[in-house]
C-alpha cells in the first residue's frame, strides 16, 4: 500500500507569530505552529486558501494533505521567545496532533518549552485523540499557567465524518478523549467546527454532556459573506453538492442551526457562542491555574 503522506523537515526563523484577523479578534496575543500542511487533508480546511498569508509554499496548498513539514528547531525557538504575557493558541494552520505527530512526536518538545517557561494562557485546538499521549505533560503545564483545550467536534454522524474528514477520530472516539482530559483535571471545551451535516440537537447535547466549559461553534465559512481571507476549500462544497447537503454552506441555514444549538445549551444552563465571541473563552486567563493531580513525565 503506498504511503498516504510524507513527513518532511525543516528549520523555521520563526516559530510564534504575531495574531491577526479571527484568533487576534478572540483575544490571542500570538500563534503557535509546529508544521506546515496538515495530514488530516480535511476537505473543508480553509488553511490552504490563505496561500502565502497563511506561511505556506505553493506545494502545500496544491498537495494539501499528501506531507507535513516539521520545523526541527520548534522547540529551541519556543523556549527564547516565550514570555510571561503572551496568550498562545496553538494552531491557527495545521492540528498539532495531526497523524504525523504519532509517526515523529514534536509536541512533547515543544510542551516542555511551555512548561519551562509559561506564557499566560496556552489554548491547544485539535480534533485527535493522541493528545492523551501527552497527558502527564499537559497536567503539568496546566499547574503553571491557563492550558485550555479545544476539541474540535464536526458531526455525530459518521458516514458524514468519512465524506468529509475521513482521516479523523470518530465522534464517539473524541467525546471519551474530551472525558478523559476533563478527568486529569483539564479545561477541556467542545468545539462544533466546522459544523458538518449532524443532528443539531443530540449533537449539542453530547458535547454538553462530556464537558463543563463553555461551548464554542463555527459553521462553514461562506465565501458570500467573507469577500476576503481564508474560507472553506470547494473540495467540501463539492461532496455537500454531491450528497444533498449545500445549504450546510449557506449563512441563512447555518443561522438556524445555530439557533438550535443555543437553545440546547440555553435549556442547561450553559454559555454558548459562534465565531470569534465563542474562541475568545479560549483566550482568558484563569486567577488560579488549575491544580490537577500531578503524573510524572515520561
Known amino acids: ?37 496538515c495530514t488530516f487533508a480535511c476537505t473543508y480546511c480553509y488553511v490552504p486558501t490563505m496561500r502565502l498569508q497563511g506561511g505556506l509554499q505553493p506545494e502545500d496548498w496544491r498537495r494539501w494533505g499528501q506531507f507535513t513539514t516539521f520545523k526541527d528547531n520548534a522547540a529551541a525557538l519556543l523556549a527564547r521567545a516565550l514570555r510571561p504575557a503572551q496568550r498562545i493558541y496553538c494552531s491557527p494552520t495545521v492540528d498539532p496532533y495531526q497523524p504525523a505527530e504519532a509517526i515523529e512526536p514534536h509536541m512533547p518538545a515543544l510542551l ?14 485539535t480534533r485527535a485523540i493522541l ?19 479545544s476539541f474540535s467536534l464536526t458531526t455525530n454522524r459518521d458516514e458524514i465524518r468519512r465524506l468529509y474528514e475521513p482521516h479523523c477520530d470518530p465522534f464517539e472516539a473524541r467525546l471519551d478523549a474530551i472525558v478523559r482530559l476533563r478527568a486529569a483535571g483539564l479545561l477541556v471545551h467542545a468545539t462544533l467546527a466546522p459544523i458538518l451535516p ?14 463543563t ?35 450546510w454552506h449557506d449563512p441563512t441555514f447555518q443561522s438556524t442551526i445555530l439557533e438550535r ?6 435549556r442547561a444552563g450553559r454559555p454558548f457562542a459562534a ?17 490537577p493531580h500531578s503524573a510524572p513525565l515520561s
Not at 509559561?118 to 491547544?124: G, H, I, Q
Open 198 to 211: 449532524c443532528h443539531p440537537e443530540p449533537f449539542t447535547q453530547a458535547a454538553l454532556d462530556a464537558t
Open 112 to 125: 516542555d518549552a511551555l512548561i519551562a517557561h509559561p506564557p499566560a494562557v496556552v489554548a491547544l485546538q
Open 261 to 266: 444549538m443555543a437553545h440546547v445549551a440555553a
Open 213 to 247: 466549559e463553555a461551548l464554542i461553534a463555527d459553521p462553514f465559512h461562506a465565501r458570500s459573506t467573507k469577500p476576503r481571507g481564508a474560507t472553506t476549500r470547494p473540495e467540501s462544497e463539492a461532496i455537500s453538492r454531491r450528497h444533498g447537503f449545500l445549504e
Open 1 to 37: 500500500m503506498p504511503e498516504r503522506f510524507r513527513i518532511l523537515s525543516a528549520d523555521a526563523r520563526t516559530i510564534l507569530s504575531r495574531t491577526s484577523g479571527f484568533i487576534a479578534a478572540a483575544g490571542f496575543t500570538h500563534s503557535l505552529t509546529p508544521a506546515r500542511n
Open 275 to 291: 465565531g470569534p465571541a465563542g474562541f475568545a473563552w479560549l483566550a482568558q486567563p484563569v486567577a488560579t491555574p488549575s491544580s
Open 131 to 149: 493528545i492523551l499521549r501527552d497527558l502527564p505533560r499537559l497536567i503539568e503545564l496546566a499547574r503553571r499557567t491557563t492550558l485550555r483545550v
